[in-house]
Every structure is written in structure tokens, then in C-alpha cells.
């Protein structure tokens, strides 16, 4: 079993930056691939982004390269991503998820990959 626990989400202006902050317990956490995932109101959720077991390999969806970076830190047993160049667009409710791997460089971009999650952080960005 895997405990997640989001935090940093909150209110920002268009064009200001939050960090958010997945720690994780239990199973390893070297084992496991991560992802952000994302879901506004009325959609579907999505993938923000992703990073391998190693933290060596990284995946963006287009609507957020470039302006967000994941990363993490295996002493701390945490990921993060930091979102910057905000806009309204980027609101929504996001989730930390954790997906058991055994290759050291792959990265998943499917919820269906992934067994556990956060309960969410919601972040709204004010136009």
C-alpha cells in the first residue's frame, strides 16, 4: 500500500506560479513511477505530467510544457510540481498518483496505470 497527500494547492492570479507537493508512504517510493493528474469541472481528468521511477525521463501534456515542472526527491519520499505562467485554464482539482514499475525510466500517461492516489488539491487561477 501507498499513502498520498497533496498540498500547496490555492488561489492564484493569471500569470502567478504555485507548487504543489505529493508526500508518499508505505510500499517504497523508488518503486514507483508518479504523475500529476488533473480534472476541472465537467471534464474528464487528464494527465499534467509524469516522471520515471528514476526521475530521469519526463512527460508533459502540450497545454502544460513548458510552463509546469515535476520532479522529485527519493530522500524526502516526495514529487512535486511546480506551475508557473498560471492560467484560468489550469484550474481544477489536482491528484498525485503512483504507479508500481520495475523499469527505472518509464513514465505513464494513463490513469489505468496507475494503483494508488492522492484525495486532490484543488487550485483555481483568477483571470
Known amino acids: 500500500q501507498v499513502q498520498l497527500v497533496e498540498s500547496g494547492g490555492g488561489l492564484a492570479q493569471a500569470g502567478g506560479s504555485l507548487r504543489l507537493s505529493c508526500a508518499a508512504s508505505g510500499r517504497p517510493f523508488s518503486s514507483h513511477a508518479m504523475g500529476w493528474f488533473r480534472q476541472a469541472p465537467g471534464k474528464e481528468r487528464e494527465i499534467a505530467a509524469a516522471?520515471?521511477?528514476?526521475?530521469?525521463?519526463?512527460y508533459y501534456a502540450d497545454s502544460v510544457k513548458g510552463r509546469f515542472t515535476i520532479s522529485r526527491d527519493g530522500a524526502k519520499k516526495e514529487v512535486y510540481l511546480q506551475m508557473n505562467s498560471l492560467q484560468p485554464e489550469d484550474t481544477a482539482v489536482y491528484y498525485c498518483?503512483?504507479?508500481?514499475?520495475?523499469?527505472?525510466?518509464?513514465?505513464?500517461?494513463?490513469?489505468?496505470?496507475?494503483?494508488?492516489w492522492g484525495q486532490g488539491t484543488q487550485v483555481t487561477v483568477s483571470s
Open positions: 498518483a503512483a504507479a508500481i514499475t520495475y523499469v527505472s525510466y518509464s513514465y505513464y500517461t494513463t490513469a489505468n496505470k496507475y494503483e494508488y
Open positions: 516522471i520515471s521511477q528514476s526521475g530521469g525521463s519526463t
